[in-house]
């Protein structure tokens, strides 16, 4: 990571108006959003979405044929093409062929992309941006920091002494007084301006219709009042039918302001006259700027399917830190990431696809089902193969590939930690290492492994055997979770079966972009859990059930390792996280609560991995009340910790407040113990509050429960 990078990261974690605003807006905006989508079937919605925007990116070139014979039949002038120098030059010269000193453009995020504002600027003409936040920003001489709010990090003293400065003194910090200030002097532009630009949230190929949605009308009086109206379009934006437009209608301004609709829908199907009966000019560009590259890309397709409402920013943890000016360029965030590799270049994505901690909260909301968080893993696989791995990163992935080497290692670092530890946690770390417990204590490492211990458990035989996969956590840290699991599956007159040969699920190799060690990393595990005849391989580790049942096979699938691939099927069908397998013994009678214990207030934390990945957050909660337990509702429970595994080491300046943020949540409630199903959370949050000398206790589900089962 670049050191200009991280001093950008820096300086806004440490802008109190920037992540106070995007802060305040992210916990309206859950609520709002919600309330929008009341009545609806999101899930029905944005399926409908899915599938007619993937449709329309599988026929691009199909659909921007249909839609330029049917624009120009309605006296449309359609140019396409995949320069962007070719779009500057396109409205340059029609700028100088029909006199035009004066544009105003209404929101594109398309002329961003191609810079087209300063090209023209340079050939002497004047350019006026009228949607009120990109003037403020454009007046400020900053680029946009949200796709749709672009001046949310601005407060009103900061665009009032913008006003003064480059406008006309005498602005006060009057939100009213400031927009109404704007739209006098915006008018002014409307009616002096010989040409207009916008974009278009859709483009309706059976019709040649731009479809554009704005909130402040100003998209119109670009739209009407010059005599020449350019649209540049991406041509993600095609789409076959009249009848696509309305699940877009119905989930766009849900999704990005969590407004029931839109204050204006502007459809225009050709050109019409002019306010003073003169025929108005209307040019669509239909711009490509490797948009089929991407469509044809069997991975990056999906992104296609955007609609650029930015609701994914609006629920990411990291994004309501840092902003658009640092989590991203032209698009921010998470989507913004991906569009950057394309649209400028995959290097241009290499710093900003780092601050993704994948968390999945951005593809519980996508109203195009684009599984964000995967394609940014993409990303990171193929810079990766083009930049190679950085040498510490290559020494580390061998040492852990070698599985011997790497659990030798870990034994004499709980002999060499001793000076350094107390009551289970190292608390200090000397010299260059002191920033990993600056927020946080880290757990010692154990005596013994998981692993060890183990071989001492005294077992019942059992009919049924169930395999235990760890996961290093368990192994090397937290032993005791894996002997809690042990004591509750017996119980249920089930052997537990510890496979020696399993390792590293892979996890930190995949997430680095590494696929080749993850990939060995699954085949050595699958070797282990599939040598015994077992009915089910549990896991108390969500990232690494994620990895056993599902990222095994996405990482042959991308390597094309596809002779490995029936193997990571049949483990995949075995794999089951720990608190769904607990919940189906205890339905099944084959485990039982002692009965009639009330036994006080606790909270509960979701790890990001099981609610959104594995789809588990009920079974956790319903086990913990059989048991006798009070659940006490915690405020964005299932936000993440800023754990992120190797992510909290990588970046601790973002991960530190957001787990600072869960702490707060977490005392809020007034409950004495918090539980959570995930041991990277258990370290992460009971490192916290142990930073804290809070008197909060954290525990992992599997130790909770051990205690209450008969």
Same mark, same amino acid.
């Given at each position: 990571?670049?050191?200009?990078?991280?001093?950008?990261?820096?300086?806004?974690?440490?802008?109190?108006?920037?992540?106070?605003?995007?802060?305040?807006?992210? #916990?309206?905006?859950?609520?709002?959003?919600?309330?929008?989508?009341?009545?609806?079937?999101?899930?029905?919605?944005?399926?409908?979405?899915?599938?007619?925007?993937? !449709?329309?990116?599988?026929?691009?070139?199909?659909?921007?044929?249909?839609?330029?014979?049917?624009?120009?039949? @309605?006296?449309?002038?359609?140019? @396409?093409?995949?320069?962007?120098?070719?779009?500057?030059? !396109?409205?340059?010269?029609?700028?100088? #062929?029909?006199?035009?000193?004066?544009?105003?453009?209404?929101?594109?995020?398309?002329?961003?992309?191609?810079?087209?504002?300063?090209? +023209?600027? +340079?050939?002497?003409?004047?350019?006026?941006?009228?949607?009120?936040?990109?003037?403020?920003?454009?007046?400020?001489?900053?680029?946009?920091?949200?796709?749709?709010?672009?001046?949310?990090?601005?407060?009103?003293?900061?665009?009032?002494?913008?006003?003064?400065?480059?406008?006309?003194?005498?602005?006060?910090?009057?939100?009213?007084?400031?927009?109404?200030?704007?739209?006098?002097?915006?008018?002014?532009?409307?009616?002096?301006?010989?040409?207009?630009?916008?974009?278009?949230?859709?483009?309706?190929?059976?019709?040649?219709?731009?479809? /554009?949605?704005?909130?402040?009308?100003?998209?119109?009086?670009?739209?009407?009042?010059?005599?020449?109206?350019?649209?540049?379009?991406?041509?993600?934006?095609?789409?076959?039918?009249? &009848?696509?437009?309305?699940?877009? $209608?119905?989930?766009?301004?849900?999704?990005?302001?969590?407004?029931?609709?839109?204050?204006?829908?502007?459809?225009?199907?050709?050109?019409?006259?002019?306010?003073?009966?003169?025929?108005?000019?209307?040019?669509?560009?239909?711009?490509?700027?490797?948009?089929?590259? =991407?469509?044809?890309?069997?991975?990056?397709?999906?992104? =296609?399917?955007?609609?650029?409402?930015?609701?994914?920013?609006?629920?990411?943890?990291?994004?309501?830190?840092?902003?658009?000016?640092?989590?991203?360029?032209?698009?921010?965030?998470?989507?913004?990431?991906?569009?950057?590799?394309?649209?400028?270049?995959?290097?241009?994505?290499?710093?900003?696809?780092?601050?993704?901690?994948?968390?999945?909260?951005?593809?519980?909301?996508?109203?195009?089902?684009?599984?964000?968080?995967?394609?940014?893993?993409?990303?990171?696989?193929?810079?990766?193969?083009?930049?190679?791995?950085?040498?510490?990163?290559?020494?580390?992935?061998?040492?852990?590939?070698?599985?011997?080497?790497?659990?030798? =290692?870990?034994?004499?670092?709980?002999?060499?930690?001793?000076? +350094?530890?107390?009551?289970?946690?190292?608390?200090?770390?000397?010299?260059?290492?002191?920033?990993?417990?600056?927020?946080?204590?880290?757990?010692?490492?154990?005596?013994?492994?998981?692993?060890?211990?183990?071989?001492?458990?005294?077992?019942?035989?059992?009919?049924?055997?169930?395999?235990?996969?760890?996961?290093?956590?368990?192994?090397?840290?937290?032993?005791? *979770?894996?002997?809690?699991?042990?004591?509750?599956?017996?119980?249920?007159?089930? &052997?537990?079966?510890?496979?020696?040969?399993?390792?590293?699920?892979?996890?930190?190799?995949?997430?680095?972009?590494?696929?080749?060690?993850?990939?060995?990393?699954?085949?050595?595990?699958?070797?282990?859990?599939?040598?015994?005849?077992?009915?089910?391989?549990?896991?108390?580790?969500?990232?690494?059930?994620?990895?056993?049942?599902?990222?095994?096979?996405?990482?042959?699938?991308?390597?094309?390792?596809?002779?490995? $691939?029936?193997?990571?099927?049949?483990?995949?069908?075995?794999? /089951?996280?720990?608190?769904?397998?607990?919940?189906?013994?205890?339905?099944?009678?084959? $485990?039982?609560?002692?009965?009639?214990?009330?036994?006080?207030?606790?909270?509960?934390?979701?790890?990001?991995?099981?609610?959104?990945?594995?789809?588990?957050?009920?079974?956790?909660? #319903?086990?913990?009340?059989?048991?006798?337990?009070?659940?006490?509702?915690?405020?964005?429970?299932?936000?993440?910790?800023? =754990?992120?595994?190797?992510?909290?080491?990588? +970046?601790?300046?973002?991960?530190?407040?957001?787990?600072?943020?869960?702490?707060?949540?977490?005392?809020?409630?007034?409950?004495?113990?918090?539980? *959570?199903?995930?041991?990277?959370?258990?370290?992460?949050? @009971?490192?916290?509050?142990?930073?804290?000398?809070s008197t909060i206790k954290v525990e992992h589900t599997v130790q909770r429960l051990a205690c209450?089962?008969?």
């Amino acid at each position: 990571m670049e050191t200009k990078f991280r001093e950008s990261i820096n300086k806004a974690l440490h802008n109190p108006n920037l992540t106070g605003a995007l802060g305040r807006f992210s #916990e309206a905006y859950r609520i709002s959003r919600q309330k929008a989508y009341e009545g609806y079937d999101f899930e029905a919605l944005r399926t409908q979405i899915a599938e007619r925007k993937s !449709y329309a990116a599988s026929h691009l070139d199909e659909l921007a044929d249909l839609f330029t014979k049917n624009a120009e039949a @309605r006296g449309t002038k359609v140019f @396409r093409t995949n320069d962007p120098a070719k779009v500057r030059e !396109y409205i340059l010269n029609l700028a100088r #062929e029909n006199g035009v000193k004066s544009i105003v453009k209404s929101k594109s995020m398309a002329s961003e992309e191609i810079h087209l504002n300063k090209h +023209l600027e +340079l050939a002497g003409i004047e350019v006026g941006e009228t949607d009120l936040g990109e003037w403020i920003v454009q007046l400020a001489g900053q680029t946009p920091s949200h796709m749709v709010m672009p001046a949310i990090h601005m407060t009103k003293e900061e665009v009032a002494t913008v006003f003064n400065e480059q406008v006309e003194e005498g602005q006060k910090p009057d939100i009213p007084k400031l927009v109404k200030f704007a739209r006098a002097k915006l008018r002014t532009k409307f009616l002096n301006a010989e040409m207009g630009i916008t974009g278009a949230n859709i483009a309706v190929a059976e019709t040649g219709t731009l479809v /554009i949605v704005t909130n402040e009308g100003n998209a119109r009086l670009v739209t009407t009042l010059p005599k020449i109206h350019v649209a540049i379009v991406g041509l993600e934006k095609l789409m076959e039918k009249f &009848e696509d437009v309305v699940p877009v $209608l119905t989930a766009l301004p849900k999704s990005a302001t969590a407004q029931l609709l839109t204050s204006y829908v502007s459809m225009i199907s050709g050109p019409v006259p002019n306010t003073d009966g003169t025929p108005k000019q209307l040019h669509i560009i239909l711009m490509d700027n490797r948009r089929t590259e =991407m469509s044809q890309d069997p991975k990056f397709k999906q992104a =296609m399917q955007c609609i650029r409402c930015a609701s994914c920013l609006n629920v990411c943890p990291v994004f309501r830190l840092v902003g658009g000016h640092v989590f991203g360029k032209v698009y921010t965030g998470g989507i913004g990431t991906i569009l950057t590799a394309w649209f400028d270049a995959l290097k241009s994505s290499d710093d900003i696809q780092s601050l993704c901690i994948q968390c999945g909260n951005c593809t519980e909301v996508c109203p195009g089902k684009i599984d964000i968080p995967g394609l940014i893993l993409e990303l990171r696989r193929r810079l990766a193969v083009e930049n190679g791995q950085p040498l510490a990163q290559k020494a580390i992935f061998s040492v852990v590939n070698n599985r011997s080497l790497f659990h030798s =290692m870990l034994r004499a670092a709980s002999l060499m930690q001793k000076p +350094l530890q107390k009551d289970g946690f190292i608390r200090h770390l000397p010299f260059f290492l002191s920033e990993m417990t600056e927020f946080r204590s880290l757990p010692a490492i154990a005596e013994a492994p998981f692993r060890d211990t183990f071989k001492k458990i005294k077992q019942p035989a059992g009919k049924e055997k169930i395999a235990f996969y760890a996961g290093c956590l368990i192994d090397f840290a937290y032993p005791e *979770m894996g002997e809690s699991l042990v004591k509750i599956l017996n119980k249920a007159g089930i &052997e537990v079966v510890f496979p020696e040969g399993q390792t590293c699920c892979g996890a930190p190799a995949r997430y680095s972009g590494a696929y080749e060690v993850a990939a060995q990393n699954a085949n050595d595990n699958i070797n282990a859990l599939l040598a015994n005849h077992v009915t089910y391989v549990v896991s108390a580790c969500p990232t690494c059930t994620v990895a056993l049942k599902k990222e095994f096979i996405s990482t042959f699938e991308s390597l094309g390792q596809t002779a490995s $691939l029936p193997r990571a099927h049949e483990l995949a069908n075995k794999v /089951i996280d720990f608190s769904s397998l607990v919940k189906k013994l205890v339905d099944e009678g084959r $485990l039982k609560f002692k009965e009639g214990q009330q036994l006080g207030k606790i909270t509960y934390h979701d790890s990001c991995h099981l609610k959104r990945t594995l789809h588990v957050s009920q079974q956790p909660r #319903e086990l913990l009340t059989q048991a006798g337990y009070e659940v006490a509702k915690m405020y964005e429970a299932d936000m993440c910790c800023g =754990m992120g595994g190797s992510y909290s080491l990588k +970046l601790p300046e973002i991960s530190a407040p957001i787990l600072e943020r869960k702490l707060t949540n977490i005392k809020n409630t007034g409950a004495p113990l918090v539980v *959570m199903d995930c041991p990277g959370c258990v370290m992460q949050i @009971r490192g916290g509050l142990d930073k804290q000398t809070s008197t909060i206790k954290v525990e992992h589900t599997v130790q909770r429960l051990a205690c209450e089962l008969e």
